[in-house]
């Protein structure tokens, strides 16, 4: 079983829809928390981080994480065909042998058509 | 600033022949990561480096790959001998100072025919 998990998608939503992002984790270790977003052909860029559970809220972009349930998401609102790429959520450890280590789910591929 | 730098973008290349990416980090920056991302396995960590020193190479596939990193402003991931399995987009990320946010370079696709 993989540490981090997302689904792969794709998923496709008319512009203006409300986008929800998921992964589930199983290490317990794992206390910062990231969203990137990666256009096809370029490398990934962060897009949202956080380190504790609960919401933080970027303009149209909303971070969830919820320790207890090992669950983080990542909302779009007002989704838009710019925002049509692909969401990798990562996670890492604060301290220890694994301190710098990010791992990766899978990515989310997200369409936005107009 | 220029961001992280890779070299080359594209990469074509028949199995058994030697290939080296080359990584230049964000000046200042002191950790230094080697991804690789293919559309079975996702963003894999391969190897990364603190201050030019390997921390954790537990993610290299096997002998053929091997990374160095000479000076705080370059590094290279080396594949000998190439095989077709390895076509994948190679990616260098550098983090530095009290952040946790890794950037990322604009990748090399590998291609082994």
């Known amino acids: 079983q993989k540490e981090v998990e997302q689904d792969p998608g794709p998923l496709s939503v008319p512009e203006g829809a409300i986008v929800s992002l998921n992964c589930t984790y199983s290490?317990?270790?794992?206390?910062?928390f990231m969203w990137y977003r990666q256009y096809s052909r370029k490398g990934p860029e962060l897009l949202m981080y956080?380190?504790?559970?609960g919401n933080k809220e970027d303009g149209r972009f909303t971070a969830q994480v919820d320790k207890s349930s090992k669950y983080i998401s990542l909302f779009i609102r007002d989704s838009q065909p710019s925002d049509s790429a692909t969401y990798l959520c990562?996670?890492?450890?604060?301290?220890?042998?694994?301190?710098?280590?990010?791992?990766f789910g899978q990515g989310t591929i997200l369409t936005v058509h107009p | 600033d220029a961001g992280v730098i890779q070299s080359p973008r594209h990469e074509v290349t028949e199995m058994g022949q030697e290939v080296t990416l080359r990584c230049k980090p964000i000046s200042g920056h002191d950790y230094l990561f080697w991804y690789r991302q293919t559309m079975m396995r996702g963003l894999e960590l391969l190897i990364y480096?603190?201050?030019?020193?390997?921390?954790?190479d537990s993610g290299m596939p096997e002998d053929r790959f091997s990374a160095k990193m000479p000076n705080a402003s370059f590094s290279t991931l080396k594949i000998q001998p190439s095989e077709p399995r390895d076509s994948a987009v190679y990616f260098c990320?550098?983090?530095?100072?009290?952040?946790?946010?890794?950037?990322f370079g604009p990748g090399t696709r590998l291609t082994v025919l």
């Open positions: 956080t380190y504790s559970s």
């Open positions: 990320a550098s983090r530095g100072g009290a952040s946790d946010t890794q950037y």
């Open positions: 990562a996670m890492s450890a604060i301290g220890g042998t694994s301190y710098g280590k990010l791992t």
């Open positions: 290490n317990s270790a794992f206390q910062y």
């Open positions: 480096f603190n201050n030019n020193v390997p921390i954790d």
